[in-house]
């Protein structure tokens, strides 16, 4: 599976989460990383050269700031640019029919504000409705999101939870078993080389590889406990 | 009251729909209506001058075509740009509390594309959720939105609808009784210059006074009856 990772960020480099994902991006996996305001300084999008870079990925990303409950501007005009009638959707169809399409929102407050009576007043599900009417129009199989709310106030553990969630969000198949999420994850931690690592970084590797045989040890006792239960 | 239209349309030139609502704009009235990408032609906002321009209104409308379930993009530039936190919201309150804030869209499909079920998936309401969202962030009341659905296929009379619906969101003070939206548009009716309309127009508009003193008539008729027989 080959995942494009679409991020739009006016100031990425003076942005913790925005760094900290981007070091996080599995290097031997198939992820293109595309950073549009870096590609496009001047705002003006080579709409041919982006409809083949979807072509060649099955999983399509949107990675940004929710700003005012939505994308920095220039995605906006990537999108209106590049999703074209024809291309996008119409009546020659979808050339993206069939792919995944997902978001990965970077917020400022806490989760629980958005909602019914929170400081937010709705849901990311409401808010984010006009993504998933793209995706029902292009025929893209919509993901749940990766929401990262308050990045600049998480301790060491939320940190290595997120790199976790963000890794899946960008290479595990969809599978919903325990044990597919194990196998991805003892796959991606054993294919990790040390030596590329920024400094901090293997330590929390090294939590999460503890974390998971632990957990994995305490699932196959439970499993024990409940084989004697059944015999007995 | 002071009616500030923002509006964004990157070609607004060859829309035939927003060509038509520019000419329907009351000359008048106290509108201000101010076209984004004319004014911004290099996507740079002034932000006070912006911010000044939302305090002297107390009605802000934005009106845009409906791409990808939201506005253009320099729109939502326009929006990350001057709706600052100290501004438009935040600790020090905002300073457009109590303002009206609507939006005016058109739609390249039928309104009843727009649903679960239809081409569209989703209803309008659902869709502008984000700017719902603005409205309470800044504490302004969010009016009722005026949706128009494929203006290049109206009929005369649609049109004639149309024009009175646009100048009604523009300018009638909120009030719900049909006294009060009869009591505007006779007012509006009355102010017309047909020396200043275009070729077309003034027939429409003898329609429409025709039609709302039919109406009354009707409508007074109705009254007689009814009130016979209450007595009888």
Redesign the interface.
Known sequence: MKTLVVISHPEIAESGSQQYLLSSVPEKEAVTVHHLESIYPS?QIDIEAEQRLLMEHDRILFQFPF????????L??W??DV?TDGFAYGAQGSRLAGKEFGLILTIGVKATAYQAGGK???SIS??T??Y???A??TKMTYLQPLVIPQFAYMQEKQKMQLLIAYQQMLTREREDSLASREKWLIHELEKTDPATLASGDEQVIQQAIERIEENRETIDELDAILEQVRQS
Do not use: H, N, R, V
């Not at 700003?67 to 220039?74: G, T």
């Open positions: 705002g700003y005012w409950y939505s994308s920095p501007a220039l906006k005009k999108q209106d999703l937010e007043g709705f409401e808010l409705k006009p998933q009417a793209i029902m129009k």
